[in-house]
């Protein structure tokens, strides 16, 4: 049974530049969330995906954006990149249907982002 | 605004001996709450939940959690500690609502003693 999966694994951008990060999520799950992990924190919540629209939202600004596809994969995009962006992003998968009490998120191995 | 707090930032005990990791949350009534382990560029992997029901949860590799309402906290403990069990450690929260969001605290990163 394969897990969450992302890639790439490790990315290294420059200021201004924009970056697709990609998430594959577990068997069977329908909701993909996506999570950013800064250096010596914990992960901070940006969006998810169901059904392939943005259901909920963190504190983060437009230059964050995402989609969903009809096999419930997922694509986290950031564009006029900055140095702030530096961190490993987080893609998590929920099987959603089942309600409320069993919608545990399973992660994925995440995707370091450098931006220079 | 809800949060959690994991007031422990380092934690050293030696191998063998017992563990509490502390974690305290903010909401107004009851959470769902989550451990999560993270090991050195890993991902997060699930080590126990809380839902409703016995307060005392168990979990995989020898963990358990009590929930104590009183206290609004979820403490992580181990009887005994594996060296392998060095990594960061993440207390979260959902909220019983239409939020699906993982609140996590800040972490709290363990060393084991040889």
């Known amino acids: 049974d394969a897990g969450v999966t992302q890639s790439p694994t490790h990315l290294i951008k420059t200021r201004g530049q924009q970056v697709t990060l990609r998430c594959s999520p577990k068997?069977?799950?329908?909701?993909v969330s996506w999570y950013q992990q800064a250096l010596g924190q914990g992960p901070q919540f940006i969006f998810q995906?169901?059904?392939?629209?943005?259901?909920q939202r963190g504190n983060f600004p437009d230059r964050f954006s995402g989609h969903q596809f009809p096999n419930y994969s997922s694509e986290l995009n950031v564009n006029a990149l900055l140095l702030g962006d530096s961190a490993l992003y987080l893609c998590?998968?929920?099987?959603?249907?089942?309600?409320?009490?069993?919608?545990?998120?399973?992660f994925g191995p995440g995707t370091r982002l450098t931006v220079l | 605004a809800q949060s959690v707090t994991q007031p422990d930032i380092h934690i050293t005990v030696s191998e063998g001996a017992s563990l509490e990791l502390r974690c305290n949350y903010s909401?107004?009534?009851?959470?769902?709450l989550f451990w999560y382990v993270q090991s050195p560029g890993q991902g997060l992997q699930l080590l126990l939940k809380?839902?409703?029901?016995?307060?005392l949860v168990q979990g995989i590799k020898g963990f358990e959690a009590e929930f104590k309402r009183s206290q609004s906290s979820f403490n992580l403990r181990k009887p005994s500690v594996h060296w392998s069990d060095a990594a960061e450690y993440f207390c979260?929260?959902?909220?019983?609502?239409?939020?699906?969001?993982?609140?996590f605290g800040s972490g709290t990163r363990l060393l084991v003693r040889p």
């Open positions: 809380y839902f409703s029901g016995d307060t």
């Open positions: 979260a929260v959902v909220r019983m609502d239409s939020s699906y969001k993982l609140i």
């Open positions: 995906y169901y059904e392939e629209e943005e259901r």
């Open positions: 068997s069977g799950h329908d909701t």
């Open positions: 909401y107004g009534a009851t959470p769902y």
């Open positions: 998590a998968s929920s099987f959603r249907k089942q309600g409320w009490g069993t919608d545990t998120q399973y």
